[in-house]
């Protein structure tokens, strides 16, 4: 009895349930967005034309996006209508559209939605546009509206030009390959190098700044991404200022080093002490007793004296920076040369001896202390942990207002930089990784871990190893430019291992 009582509650339960329940086709639910991101609706083209519709736009049957182009001085492509948004995700995309003269109605800025049910998602002359869209179907929203810089590396546009092609982008700190001479203009194809790759900057012959001279030695170049055909047949990526105030000036000369940090060792296999070295390439022939120069070395693990950010910079001294002085020896152009501890073995003890290299500045840091400042020390270099950097200034002479000319730095990690006031920190200089001048914002920023000088290497693991940081990259000498920046490539070293595992394949080139 008890059993059918269990079941009849069962039963009577289960009626009630799907009296409750409706048909969920018809439960109205969230309603569909009008409005289909730019990044699926790209998605949608798969080589072949696309006739835009509700469903296969799931639903939605506009888009809505800032306008990026600009045609008031005359180097957009004819007509288009450029516009970006990023409502997948915070993914940017971006899309053209073909729209005639009633282009030029529209300025960077415009907030714009348009209806693009009916119109055909298809790639004209290399480019993904949504063709067949009347100038009706735009309406404008509002005006004025604040686009946030791209900054975009050239490298990152070779290879994946889809992603950025009707896109406003920066191409920063960008210099001319080969450097322009006196008298060219900015019309035609250049070639713009910003340390990441080349991408050719297109100025129309009709553009109003098109014979503009005295063009930067650096500077960012805001622009759009096209497509460019090739004499293949094939297409490429092209980058287009929109008007002469997309240019800003960065520097008018160069600004060479005459030493670049091209690899270190910091956790050779076995003891550290008077073991550590670090390898540099001079990028013009120099004579150290005629220009010396100095290298400074920072530890900052966290028991390390003295504490806290470092108030002298570089020249804090104690266990926190370590100082070499180079006033003797010679190196030519193109050459690596080395600076640490006396033993001169490639991975510590009864490892092969490279004292044949170019050895300019040794020193027992085990046991002496540096030249001007820092303590004896069984760790030049950090192993793992906080941040440890290396700094090559010109002179002898470094305080804590000195700016080197080349720096590198391992982990992010420590008392590294305050803001103050006053501001305190380790200084950097204008290299690959770093810029005393934020190149978006414009702004002061001398030192390591201050607004975009955030980049550094990474540690390697296991510990006591005996890795060698290879840092590959391409310098030109002629331009004081990475023309490709320097990439970390850690070396496994044996103890049989020679120079030319650190000197060899994918070393620091000079162009």
């Known amino acids: 009895m008890n059993k059918i009582v269990i079941y009849t509650c069962l039963l009577f339960s289960m009626a009630l349930l799907g009296l409750g329940c409706k048909d969920e086709s018809n439960y109205p639910g969230g309603t569909i967005s009008p409005y289909i991101p730019i990044y699926d609706l790209r998605s949608l083209y798969k080589g072949t034309d ?31 209508l450029v516009l970006q948004d990023k409502r997948r995700l915070g993914q940017l995309r971006g899309i053209s559209i073909p729209l005639g003269n009633a282009a030029k109605e529209y300025s960077s800025g415009d907030s714009v939605v348009v209806d693009v049910e009916g119109g055909s998602l298809k790639r004209v002359d290399g480019l993904l546009q949504i063709t067949n869209i009347r100038p009706e179907d735009v309406t404008r929203v509002s005006s004025g ?10 490298s990152s546009i070779i290879a994946d030009p889809d992603k ?18 006196p008298g060219d203009v900015l019309a035609g194809d250049k070639v713009l190098n910003d340390g990441f790759g080349d991408i050719v900057l297109h100025t129309a012959t009709g553009a109003s700044f098109a014979k503009q001279e005295n063009l930067p030695f650096n500077g960012n170049y805001y622009g759009i991404i096209f497509m460019a055909k090739k004499g293949d047949g094939t297409y490429i990526p092209e980058h287009r200022i929109r008007k002469a105030s997309d240019i800003v ?11 670049i940090i091209s690899g270190f060792i910091s956790d050779p296999k076995g003891t550290d002490a008077n073991n550590e070295y670090i390898q540099f390439m001079a990028t013009r022939d120099i004579d150290f007793a005629v220009t010396p120069f100095s290298v400074v070395t ?28 180079i006033r003797s020896g010679k190196a030519s152009k193109g050459t690596f040369f080395y600076v640490g501890g006396t033993n001169k073995l490639i991975n510590s003890t009864g490892s ?17 202390d540096g030249e001007d400042f820092g303590t004896k020390t069984t760790n030049l270099l950090a192993n793992s942990g906080n941040a440890f950097g290396i700094a090559v200034f010109a002179g002898t002479t470094v305080t804590a207002n000195s700016q080197p000319i080349d720096v590198i730095f391992v982990g992010a990690g420590g008392s590294l930089f305050s803001e103050g006031p006053p501001p305190v920190g380790y200084r950097i200089a ?47 000498a002629s331009l004081g430019k990475w023309m490709q920046a320097r990439t970390q490539t850690n070396i496994l070293l044996t103890k049989t291992s020679t120079l030319q595992e650190i000197e060899g394949e994918g070393a620091t080139a000079l162009k």
């Open 145 to 154: 509206n604040f686009i946030a810089p791209n900054r975009v590396g050239s």
């Open 50 to 80: 696309v006739q835009l519709n509700a469903d296969n736009m799931y639903g939605s049957t506009k888009i809505t996006g800032v306008v990026v182009s600009d045609h008031s001085e005359g180097n957009m492509p004819a007509g288009l």
């Open 430 to 476: 204008n290299t690959d990784f770093y810029d005393v001048i934020n190149p978006i914002t414009l702004s002061q920023q001398p030192f390591y871990r201050q607004g975009s000088n955030t980049i550094n290497l990474l540690y390697n693991t296991p510990s006591d190893a005996g890795y060698f940081y290879k840092l590959g990259g391409v310098y030109n």
């Open 164 to 181: 950025y092609e009707s896109t406003l982008v920066a191409i920063v700190k960008g210099g001319f390959n080969p450097l322009l001479q």
């Open 352 to 368: 092969t001896d490279i004292s044949g290299s170019n050895w300019v500045s040794t020193r027992n840091y085990g046991t002496t």
């Open 298 to 325: 920072t530890n900052n693990a966290g028991a390390s004296n003295p504490t806290g950010n470092p108030a002298k910079g570089w020249a804090t001294g104690g266990l926190r920076t370590y100082k070499f002085n």
């Open 249 to 259: 000036v960065l520097g008018s000369s160069a600004e060479i080093s005459p030493v």
